[in-house]
């Protein structure tokens, strides 16, 4: 009987490539996680323009419903290029292998920018309208991040055996998003 598909191992992915994914991972979190913290802040400059008082700017306070986003939205951007490095293989065992660790490699750093452009075209919408994440669409702010970490472990999955390893990693994410939200 012939073996369809191998297991998600730290020997298969290759140990350099394994822990310089995490690595970058975990540096991406930590850098966008700031950008995000930054955005949010000149989201109000509108406010601080009005009242003439840039303090407002400076002392702004996030809740614990932003924090909570922006550390999850950080991790699952940021698996975007773990998900890049592991899958950088340049050549597997056989031809259909290769394509698929290919598509696998840059999938997920499209559909980061893909989904970043989204957020910047509907903040440009958005901009004028008194909506707001946290009161109008409470849930569906989790779903881009949930959607993207789901997304890249389905284009892992396509090519491993990957159940443990989803499992372990989804614990790690939610460990590592409620450490960057800094509850």
């Not at 293989?89 to 696998?104: G, Q, S, V, Y």
């Not at 989904?115 to 946290?134: C, S």
Request: net charge positive; proline share 2%.
């Amino acid at each position: 009987m012939k073996k369809l598909k191998s297991d998600f191992t730290i020997n298969e992915i290759g140990k350099f490539r394994f822990y310089s994914g995490i690595a970058i991972g975990i540096g991406f979190s930590l850098i966008l996680n700031s950008l995000f913290r930054i955005t949010l802040k000149l989201c109000n400059i509108g406010e601080v323009i009005t009242d003439l008082n840039w303090i407002n700017l400076v002392n702004y306070e996030f809740s614990t419903y932003y924090l909570t986003l922006i550390g999850f939205a950080s991790i699952g951007f940021s698996f975007c290029f773990t998900t890049y490095l592991w899958m950088s293989k340049p050549f597997a065992t056989d031809r259909r292998k290769t394509i698929r660790l290919r598509m696998a490699q840059i999938n997920p750093i499209w559909i980061l920018f893909g989904t970043l452009l989204f957020l910047l075209r509907m903040f440009w919408f958005l901009a004028g309208v008194d909506l707001t994440i946290e009161k109008d669409f409470a849930y569906l702010g989790f779903m881009i991040p949930i959607f993207i970490y789901l997304y890249c472990w389905n284009l892992i999955s396509d090519i491993y055996k990957s159940k443990k390893p989803f499992l372990m990693t989804s614990l790690i994410i939610i460990i590592l998003g409620i450490m960057l939200s800094g509850i």
